[in-house]
């Protein structure tokens, strides 16, 4: 079975300071990698996805994720965040286009002005 | 479009009751989702289908029913209502193809339950 690892639970950063948040997932085969994000008081959006292709995945507002096969992860990144980007971030997984996503638990961003 | 749309925004529950939040979806998506989302615990998949008259179970299904009788609605019954299922609910319809899954999900605003 698909799983999903988000290791930071809460980060707390500055403005302009960039950010990375992790994501490790386990699947042998071929997946689908989303970053969604929720805003306070709103629903998930997507920020990116990775089907296929070049492993460095440009999404909204600056965001970035690389796909790394062979450490199964699929990092998050911004060089420099604002505090419009405090929310939550969560990572997901499809394996091969299966019927079910499996969501990390989430990293809760704060952003200090 | 109004996208996913779910009704109702809050509710609030007394042990055993039974209550239908109702999903609809104006994308004409083949694949829609049942998801609760708990503190420090993420979105965990309760039901999911991927077309009219087919359902699945996800991770959590213990407690609930759906149906999907069109191409539009995908409503969850709780069947007896109990504290574990205080939960913020969200629905989501994504455009799978032949039943699988290769596109993003579009999320609904959410239900807020509260079960007493």
């Known amino acids: 079975a698909q799983s999903v690892s988000q290791h930071n639970h809460h980060v707390i950063l500055s403005e302009a300071a960039s950010l990375e948040l992790g994501c490790n997932y386990s699947?042998?085969?071929?997946?689908?990698l989303f970053w969604y994000v929720q805003y306070p008081g709103q629903h998930l959006q997507l920020l990116l996805k990775y089907f296929s292709g070049d492993p460095l995945v440009k999404g909204i507002k600056g965001f970035e994720a690389e796909f790394i096969k062979s450490k199964f992860s699929f990092n998050l990144r911004k060089p420099s965040v604002q505090w419009s980007d405090t929310a939550e971030y969560f990572c997901a997984v499809n394996a091969g286009g299966y019927q079910k996503v499996t969501f990390g638990t989430g990293t809760k961003l704060q952003v200090i002005p | 479009n109004a996208g996913v749309t779910q009704t109702p925004k809050f509710q609030v529950l007394k042990t055993g009751q039974s209550m239908t939040l109702q999903c609809a979806q104006d994308?004409?998506?083949?694949?829609m989702s049942w998801y609760r989302q708990d503190p420090g615990m993420g979105l965990r998949l309760i039901h999911y289908?991927?077309?009219?008259?087919?359902?699945d179970q996800g991770e959590v299904p213990n407690g609930y029913n759906v149906s999907r009788s069109t191409t539009e609605d995908f409503p969850l019954r709780l069947l007896s209502a109990a504290p574990s299922q205080t939960s913020v609910y969200f629905c989501?319809?994504?455009?799978?193809?032949?039943?699988?899954?290769?596109?993003?999900?579009?999320f609904g605003p959410g239900t807020r339950l509260t079960v007493l």
């Open positions: 699947y042998g085969g071929t997946v689908n």
């Open positions: 994308m004409n998506h083949e694949y």
């Open positions: 289908s991927v077309g009219a008259g087919i359902t």
């Open positions: 989501a319809s994504s455009p799978g193809t032949s039943g699988l899954l290769y596109n993003e999900q579009f």
